[in-house]
């Protein structure tokens, strides 16, 4: 490993660091070495908990010039033009005329609505697994649940849940650190399928409203303002794209983080209240978002000790490096189920802070609820854990678990 904080950060950027045992050690150097630090080519990489939420709340902020500038999004036009219309690259006035009339649709109340059916669909997903004295934690059960909740949510049918899990699978991968021209070109394709089937779905509904996400995105209002077709449809793919992996990602490294503390673990075992902490704990300490995407400034920004960033400048933010910062949680690499202050950034921060957080956190509070409910024990069946560098997100590849049933 690189042993400047120029060299870490180009590996951070270029490597695979996602994919190691322990990044966290990389962006502690970085933090504590240089946390205002900037490359040779001129982006800025922030670290520390104060800058980085400083940053995010900043309006001087714009995706959309980064994606714009952005060559690997070049080779697949479709995913370029969708996700320049998506509310993530928004600039400030249009993100939030979207995001009002998305959260009219998409709010708590959908997401306690919904909880019903997690469960149930989670309980489905465990009797199959409990069958047996082992089973992969990630591929016969966590990757099974984001996708099925948001498609049981836009009132997609069953039967194309594996269709709609392919399609996210393709999509997603876009953002990794290297994609070839032929997989580019699947992305493209998975890309078309998947707006043309959204639109489809959308016309019906138009036609023939019903109790789902789509019908609500359709119906929401904000006095003479609505969504047009297209921004509902972006929406729609918005959503697939940015809350499955997420989801399947967190419930895998947070189990893998319990695993590897059986106090802890034995602990949210006798004190089932404590899920609602131990999920905020275990996101800021293995959220499965590390970096927050570039950002350009539009306006300056002032951060560390006074240092200025100017206008038009390529703003880096390692959510995961503020998210150990010692000067915000004391002994932050230490796991603490009942930490009082758990104010992470492993959902973000400011205007773009995730819209699916409530539903993030229902989706992990159930399904390890759930598990742990209907288990006497878990342990892991391999000492270590291979972790994927699926994009911007760190992924655990398997994690076979032995179980014995309550
Ligand atoms: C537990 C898993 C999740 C994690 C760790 C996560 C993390 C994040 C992060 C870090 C951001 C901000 C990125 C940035 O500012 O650069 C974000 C934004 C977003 N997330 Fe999530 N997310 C999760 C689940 C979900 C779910 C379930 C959905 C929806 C179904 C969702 C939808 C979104 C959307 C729409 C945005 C963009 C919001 C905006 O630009 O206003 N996320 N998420």
């Excluded at 704990?281 to 006074?306: A, K, S």
Aim: charged share 25%; net charge negative.
């Amino acid at each position: 490993m690189p042993s400047t904080v120029a060299g870490i950060v180009d590996s951070l950027l270029n490597d695979h660091p996602l994919a190691l045992d322990d990044p966290y050690h990389l962006y502690a150097q970085v933090r504590e070495r240089e946390p205002v630090f900037r490359t040779e080519r001129g982006l800025w990489v922030l670290s520390r908990y104060d800058d980085i939420s400083r940053a995010l709340r900043h309006r001087g902020m714009s995706m959309l010039a980064q994606l714009k500038a952005n060559p690997r999004y070049a080779t697949s036009p479709t995913l370029q033009t969708q996700a320049a219309s998506m509310l993530f690259f928004d600039d400030p006035a249009e993100h939030a005329r979207q995001r009002r009339l998305v959260s009219q649709a998409f709010n708590n109340v959908t997401v306690r609505d919904l909880s019903v059916w997690v469960r149930q669909h989670v309980t489905r997903l465990l009797d199959a697994c409990l069958d047996k004295p082992a089973f992969d934690f990630m591929n016969d059960f966590a990757e099974h649940i984001p996708v099925a909740v948001i498609c049981k949510m836009l009132g997609v049918p069953d039967r194309d849940i594996e269709t709609f899990r392919d399609w996210n699978f393709l999509i997603t991968s876009a953002t990794a650190v290297n994609v070839p021209d032929e997989k580019m070109a699947k992305i493209e394709e998975a890309t078309r399928n998947l707006l043309a089937y959204l639109d489809d779905l959308l016309a019906d509904r138009a036609r023939h409203p019903a109790d789902d996400l789509i019908t609500k995105l359709i119906q929401a209002r904000d006095q003479d303002d609505r969504l047009s077709r297209e921004e509902t449809t972006a929406l729609a793919f918005l959503l697939l794209v940015a809350g499955s992996d997420t989801t399947s990602a967190f419930l895998g490294a947070a189990l893998a983080a319990l695993l590897r503390e059986p106090e802890q673990f034995a602990l949210l075992r006798e004190r089932p209240d404590l899920m609602p902490n131990a999920i905020e704990e275990l996101m800021r300490l293995h959220g499965p978002v590390h970096f927050g995407l570039i950002r350009t400034t539009t306006e300056p920004l002032t951060v560390g000790d006074g240092v200025e960033i100017g206008v038009d400048q390529p703003v880096w933010t390692l959510l995961s490096g503020g998210n150990r910062d010692p000067r915000r949680f004391p002994e932050p690499d230490t796991m603490d189920l009942t930490r009082k202050d758990t104010r992470h950034l492993g959902f973000g921060f400011g205007m773009h802070t995730c819209l699916g957080a409530a539903l993030g956190r229902m989706e992990a509070s159930v399904a390890l609820g759930e598990l742990l409910r209907r288990t006497a024990s878990i342990s892991a069946v391999e000492e270590t854990v291979s972790w994927v560098d699926h994009g911007n997100l760190r992924t655990i590849a398997a994690l076979p678990v032995e179980v014995t049933p309550a």
